[in-house]
């Protein structure tokens, strides 16, 4: 940020590049108005100026800076020809928050700032439109009372809709001068009484009231809620600016209009102009949905030369920022206003197809491309939509203003949503007239968003996108009473509570829940990607368990699997018996037995991994957790023991009783059910199971662990019971001898968990050479193989270098390598301190979210450079969790290594993310 001791900058003079001083909005305008296009006159207040305030409010603005805004002002009066506070030309003001980064909706606004008695007549006389001044008036008052002075939109509401109830005005256009008079009136009224003060009338009074209050919203609760939800850190955007331009008005009547509008279309990519408008209307009119505006392509049947001015006015900001924009315009009798630009926020798909298009047009180039996308955006285009297979009929269409599909409990309340969505982990559709910047925690919370008033460009809409939420806005035919918790479309009612379905892609709302399916991967994603990995040092692999698992990779790009988790596989429902009897098994012969058993079903796994991912690796961690978690809890077990000797008890009885049957005369109908009854309930096969159990039982007594993570797993299971990784090392080595005799090009790795030490891995090294050589004389042909380890134990970063000499590659596991570190049990630290840690500062970060570069991080360096002095050529990854997570991937491109490992849906971010980190590099 630039050093300075100026505050206040006109549009003339402020350094269009400088958006930490000036805010992106301020930045924007100032770059605007140099390079010639129609921006209304003002002046920039920075955002240095807001921290210097922040830090005492209570001593209001500065002296020196207020002299610097009156001086501006005289400047902007000479610009215009009015006069600030003059009865007869008076120059009327908005003034807008704008930080660094772009937070819409976030932070406050003040319209028609200039306003009071005097001033208003002397509007009147200039404009000769009664009508038009109260309709400004009664804007400026409600604006600047709920902004400046504390008091509730919902006061002002009330009492405009009452007046709108006695005119019988079914819209705010609908009322004559004298009824808005009275509205201003009242609003004046409403600030009396809720300050004790009559409403300012000083225009300069007016203005630092307003400065304050834009300063003070960067510390509101919705602005620190979207911080925290986006991560934006003060080294991203601290403070916001403040920007004072001279109003244009887009209610002077028919040849007048206000909009909001994309240089392309921000839900698909499409590259025409996309947005909506209204005439006669103010601009926060649009974006706040209070009526519902018209598309941006009616504009050239309504004014056809403002159309070709807007579509002149688009390309000039695209060719001049090199992005899609985001712009407001106001049409003032006539005359088209640039009020303001921005990067448009769009969803992933836009992105991408923005992306692509920006290239082939000679607009960017690819690097640029790919930059412009935040890897984590692309989890967007892995949404669900509806099944199109499911008949179901939507009961309102509104616009389709955010793409994607989402079920959920219906709620009518910011608050009711996050208490549901957040804390109770439901999904909820936040239901709602219009949304405003208020509601914006229950946006974090909800799986999707319905209003039945607003447009594409409305509040909802434009949060919703950039969130990557399905939004249906604008559903006029819905009812919203948010009072009585529930909303009627015609005859059909639904209340809170119950599960509607939205559709933001078509605008459809249904009743109940919808089946969806997976998006597909769009050309232009494929194509961008393609240039990811042309850039990309890293390779991206996944971790999959199943052949199902392996396809969805391949389609996602994955190059191999880097972890292939073996306990998954001995979880099916076929094989867990079988698991169990090889676990409670009393001999070595009883054990070799059930793992005879298990061979062919793990050969069949691995096989099938092998012929979907060649001709690519595949690794696979031979069996980590402790056994005991294939065997049912000694409490349900104790239960189900007595439960067998209750049913053993009644076994019994029902023979006596069916012995007696001949004693009591009964009648032979009844002896042949107590017979029947008797057969169904075989004693002997109930013992058998009770004996079944009791074993069961006595080794989860035996295999019990204070605390089983650090106990017995992982290669020290290995060691202890070394016929269960043999079992495994064969099926691995069988199955790849099987698909290389079919001609099938595979690439086995085995991986060691849990390991500290050289001599574990040497142990487990040797029985997988005399297995190897076993299989190679069967098949004829020795299999090519890597074996390696996981370094997840802190003792392993240290003793690197003796590893690597057992080993032909390193996987760390970060996620228990981040419990080791830090001593943390993930489950009890995310449920209870961490959040308090991270809130604190004491923590930037979830660690087993984001890695910890400070200290797992530096294991891991250490470990790098130590393996790599033994073997130059050692290969290493990462299979952790944290080889999906954009900032992590930078890392362990900076650390050195070759591949990073992630969940099948988590590719395409690491494509990405992996190609961030190797430009960054260059850069």
């Given at each position: ?267 698909t990519g499409e590259n025409r102009l996309y947005g909506e408008y209204l005439v006669n209307a103010q601009g926060e009119d649009v974006v706040a949905g209070i009526r519902t505006p018209k ?195 015609g005859l059909t009612r639904f209340r809170e509570g119950e599960i509607i379905t939205i559709d933001g892609t078509s605008g459809k709302v249904y009743i109940g829940a919808i089946a969806t ?177 009791e074993a069961m039982l006595r080794k989860v007594r035996l295999l019990y662990e204070t605390n089983p993570m650090l106990g017995h797993r992982g290669v020290r299971l290995g060691i202890t ?203």
């Amino acid at each position: 940020m630039a050093t300075t001791t100026q505050s206040v900058f006109a549009f003339e003079d402020g350094d269009g590049k400088d958006k930490q001083l000036l805010g992106g909005k301020g930045a924007n305008l100032c770059e605007m108005t140099q390079i010639g296009l129609n921006v209304p006159p003002g002046f920039v207040i920075a955002t240095t100026a807001c921290l210097d305030y922040l830090a005492a409010p209570e001593q209001g603005l500065p002296a020196a800076l207020m002299e610097e805004v009156r001086a501006q002002m005289r400047a902007v009066e000479e610009k215009t020809g009015k006069g600030f506070g003059d009865p007869d030309n008076p120059l009327l003001v908005s003034v807008r928050s704008g930080s660094a980064m772009s937070m819409p909706g976030m932070m406050d606004t003040i319209l028609n700032l200039g306003l009071n008695a005097a001033t208003l007549q002397g509007e009147i006389r200039a404009t000769g439109d009664a009508r038009f001044g109260y309709d400004a008036y009664r804007r400026f008052i409600q604006l600047f009372g709920k902004v400046a002075l504390g008091i509730d939109d919902a006061v002002f509401d009330t009492a405009f809709e009452a007046i709108k109830r006695a005119a019988h005005a079914r819209q705010d256009v609908d009322l004559s001068a004298r009824e808005l008079e009275q509205v201003c009136e009242r609003f004046l009224a409403l600030v009396r009484e809720h300050t004790g003060q009559p409403f300012p009338e000083d225009p300069y009074q007016q203005l630092e009231l307003a400065i304050q209050a834009v300063f003070n919203s960067w510390q509101g609760k919705r602005a620190v809620d979207y911080r925290r939800q986006f991560h934006i850190t003060p080294e991203m955007a601290n403070g916001t600016a403040v920007n004072v331009v001279t109003m244009v008005f887009g209610n002077r009547g028919e040849d007048s209009a206000t909009g909001v509008a994309f240089t392309r279309n921000p839900g698909t990519g499409e590259n025409r102009l996309y947005g909506e408008y209204l005439v006669n209307a103010q601009g926060e009119d649009v974006v706040a949905g209070i009526r519902t505006p018209k598309p941006i392509d009616r504009l050239a049947d309504e004014m056809p030369e403002m159309a070709t001015a807007l579509a002149e006015l688009r390309d000039k900001l695209e060719r001049h920022y090199r992005e899609v924009q985001d712009f407001e315009f106001t049409i003032e009798r006539g005359q088209l206003y640039c009020l303001q630009t921005r990067n448009g926020k769009m969803n992933a798909t836009a992105m991408v197809r923005t992306s692509v298009e920006m290239v082939e047009e000679g607009l960017i180039e690819r690097e640029r491309a790919l930059l412009r996308i935040a890897p984590d955006l692309l989890e967007q285009m892995l949404f669900p939509r509806l099944d199109p297979g499911v008949v179901a009929e939507s009961v309102a269409q509104g616009l389709p203003a955010s793409p994607g599909a989402a079920s959920g409990i219906a709620v009518f309340d910011a608050d009711r949503a996050e208490q549901l969505g957040r804390e109770q982990g439901l999904k909820v559709i936040l239901v709602r007239e219009e949304t405003k910047p208020e509601d914006i925690h229950g946006f974090f919370a909800a799986a999707g968003i319905l209003t039945s008033r607003g447009g594409k460009t409305s509040h909802a809409a434009v949060v919703a996108r950039g969130m990557g939420k399905p939004c249906v806005a604008g559903a006029e035919g819905i009812s919203v009473d948010v009072e009585r918790r529930e909303a009627r479309v015609g005859l059909t009612r639904f209340r809170e509570g119950e599960i509607i379905t939205i559709d933001g892609t078509s605008g459809k709302v249904y009743i109940g829940a919808i089946a969806t399916v997976e998006p597909e991967f769009t050309a232009e994603l494929g194509t961008l990607l393609g240039w990811a990995d042309a850039h990309a040092r890293l390779r991206v692999l996944a971790n999959a368990d199943t052949p199902d698992d392996a396809r969805r990779a391949r389609r996602y790009g994955a190059v191999g699997i880097g972890l292939a988790r073996t306990e998954r596989m001995f979880n099916d429902v076929e094989r867990l018996p079988i698991v169990i009897e090889m676990i409670v098994a009393e001999t070595p012969e009883q054990r070799q037995d059930a793992l005879d058993r298990l061979l062919p079903l793990q050969r069949a796994d691995f096989q099938s991994l092998f012929e979907v991912m060649s001709p690519n690796p595949v690794t696979i961690r031979l069996l980590d957790p402790p056994i005991h978690e294939f065997l049912p809890d000694a409490q349900v077990l104790e239960r189900e023991i007595a439960d067998l000797r209750a049913l053993e008890c009644g076994a019994r009885g029902l023979g006596v009783l069916a012995g007696a049957m001949g004693l009591l005369h009964a009648e032979d109908t009844l002896r042949h059910e107590v017979d029947r009854a008797r057969r169904l309930v075989e004693p002997a096969l109930v013992e058998e199971a009770i004996a079944k159990k009791e074993a069961m039982l006595r080794k989860v007594r035996l295999l019990y662990e204070t605390n089983p993570m650090l106990g017995h797993r992982g290669v020290r299971l290995g060691i202890t019971f070394p016929e269960i990784y043999q079992m495994q090392v064969r099926a691995i080595l069988e199955a790849a001898a099987e698909c290389a005799k079919a001609g099938i090009e595979v690439h086995p790795q085995i991986k060691v968990p849990q390991v500290c030490t050289a001599q574990e891995l040497r142990m487990v090294r040797a029985s997988v050479e005399t297995i190897h050589a076993e299989v190679a004389e069967r098949y004829g042909a020795p299999v090519a193989f890597r074996f390696g380890t996981m370094i997840e134990v802190v003792r392993a970063c240290m003793r690197a270098e003796s590893l690597a000499e057992e080993a032909d590659f390193f996987s760390f596991g970060t996620n228990d390598l981040t419990q080791a570190t830090f001593s943390f049990s993930r489950e009890d630290a995310e449920n209870k301190f961490l959040p308090l840690y991270n809130q604190s500062g004491i923590l930037q970060d979830n660690p087993f979210d984001v890695l910890d570069r400070k200290g797992v991080g530096k294991l891991m360096e250490l470990a790098v450079e130590w393996g790599r002095r033994v073997k130059p050529n050692l290969h290493v990854g990462i299979c952790g969790e944290h080889g999906g997570h954009p900032d992590s991937i930078a890392f362990c491109h900076q650390a050195g290594l070759d591949y990073v490992s992630c969940s099948g849906p988590r590719v395409p971010v690491a494509r990405l993310a992996a190609a961030h980190a190797a430009l960054a590099g260059r850069q």
